[in-house]
Structure formats: structure tokens, C-alpha cells
């Protein structure tokens, strides 16, 4: 049972527009998204987070929206560039239990010059 | 500061050998985390550690032993090695628990034939 969905395998997008990865998620005591990105051959890094006190985050290109009622983040980067060509996971975290983190199956970002 | 560092990047083993996984780092964190990533799949946790002398099991953690006898270290031990366990293994840390940035090292690429 995937807790946290990234129903979108794959994304392609042009260089210099926005793009919008989708993230939902299933277990309402979450309280805690991250994003890491995910080169080839690399281990992921991480991105960008956000509580579930707030409804947004920004550092830099990169923003995460949440929307608790609907169970649903996701991250824009704007503009977009090559370099953000990548692999994009979400990952939620419960309160307790040592604060695992759940995360999705990963969203292949493709920014095309 | 080398991070997260993991050895060996690649390994080919025969169904039934043994082997062991390495992973140190260096910022003193206190957590740290073994997940394995199966093509086309999310991170699936198999083992993690609060701090030294203390390990628990993960999502997936059958066929696979750990230890962390220092703050330093935390070993994966692969047992009677099996073609399911063919994927790529990645050690992170962090400096507690979910809600902090997790660094992760290269991974290692294990193949069981």
C-alpha cells in the first residue's frame, strides 16, 4: 500500500518554463515533506521541505505548495534548466516512531534546452 | 568532509555467497539508514540506527543483518545471498530523525546471479 503517490512517472518540459511535480499522499498524521532530487548514479539529495503547519515554502527556483485538505504537495521550479534534469522523490514523515521517512516512487524530470 | 561514503560501488555475487556492505561518515550524525532501490521502485528501508549499539529493522529488512558498533560505521550484512536482493543499496545519516535532511552516499550496485 504506496502511502506516498507520485502518480506521474515521467515529466518533459521546456528550458526556462515552470515545471510542476505532483506528490499525494494517504496517511493524514504526515507532518513533515521533503524533496530530494536524484542524479544517475549518485545518491539523492535533498531539496526542499515543508511542515504542515505552513502551505508553502521557497528557497530560491524552487517552491513546495502544500494543500492538507486534499492530501496534496507539489514542487514547482521556476524557470526550469537543464541541470535540473534529475529524478525527483517525495518522502512524508509521521510524528514518533523514530520519524521514518515514507517515500514515493520518483518523478523523471527531463528540461529540454 | 567526505559525507556519506559507501563501499564497494558494484558487486556481482553467486546465489548463496555472503558479504558485507560498507558505510561511514563523517559529521557525526546519529542516525543512520540502509534503503535499497529496485529499478523503476522508491527507496524501501531496510535497517536504521538511532546511535551507537542500537539498530532496528525497516520495511524490508529480512535476509540482512547490521550492527553499528561505532558512531562512524554501520555495516550491511548480506546473508546466502539471492537474486531479490539484485539492486542498488544506499546508506544515508542524519543528524536525528525525519524531519532532518538526510545525506546519502553513492550507493552500492549488487547484482545475485
Known amino acids: 500500500d504506496q502511502q506516498v503517490k507520485q502518480n506521474s512517472p515521467s515529466l518533459s518540459v521546456q528550458e526556462g518554463r515552470i515545471s510542476i511535480l505532483n506528490c499525494d499522499y494517504t496517511?493524514?498524521?504526515?507532518?513533515?515533506f521533503l524533496w530530494y532530487k536524484k542524479y544517475p548514479a549518485e545518491g539523492p539529495t535533498f531539496l526542499i521541505s515543508?511542515?504542515?503547519i505552513k502551505d508553502k515554502n521557497e528557497d530560491g527556483r524552487f517552491t513546495v505548495f502544500l494543500n492538507k485538505s486534499a492530501k496534496h504537495l507539489s514542487l514547482h521550479i521556476v524557470p526550469s534548466q537543464p541541470g535540473d534534469s534529475a529524478v525527483y522523490f517525495c518522502?512524508?514523515?509521521?510524528?514518533?516512531?523514530?520519524?521514518?521517512?515514507?517515500w514515493g516512487l520518483g518523478t523523471s524530470l527531463a528540461v529540454n534546452p | 568532509n567526505a559525507g556519506v561514503t559507501q563501499t564497494p560501488k558494484f558487486r556481482i555475487l553467486k546465489i548463496g555467497q555472503s558479504m558485507t556492505l560498507q558505510c561511514t561518515q563523517d559529521?557525526?550524525?546519529?542516525?543512520m539508514y540502509w534503503y535499497r532501490q529496485d529499478p523503476g521502485m522508491g527507496l524501501k528501508l531496510i535497517y536504521y540506527?538511532?546511535?551507537?549499539?542500537?539498530?532496528d529493522k525497516g520495511e524490508v529488512p529480512n535476509g540482512y543483518n547490521v550492527s553499528r558498533s561505532t558512531t562512524e560505521d554501520f555495516p550491511l550484512r548480506l546473508e546466502l545471498a539471492a537474486p531479490s536482493q539484485t539492486s542498488v543499496y544506499f546508506c544515508?545519516?542524519?543528524?536525528?530523525?525525519?524531519?532532518?535532511?538526510?545525506?546519502f552516499g553513492p550507493g552500492t550496485r549488487l547484482t545475485v546471479l
Open positions: 496517511n493524514s498524521m504526515f507532518d513533515y
Open positions: 515543508i511542515s504542515s
Open positions: 544515508a545519516s542524519s543528524l536525528a530523525g525525519g524531519i532532518n535532511e538526510q545525506f
Open positions: 540506527s538511532v546511535g551507537a549499539g542500537i539498530t
Open positions: 518522502a512524508a514523515s509521521v510524528p514518533g516512531n523514530n520519524r521514518k521517512l515514507i
Open positions: 559529521m557525526n550524525h546519529n542516525y
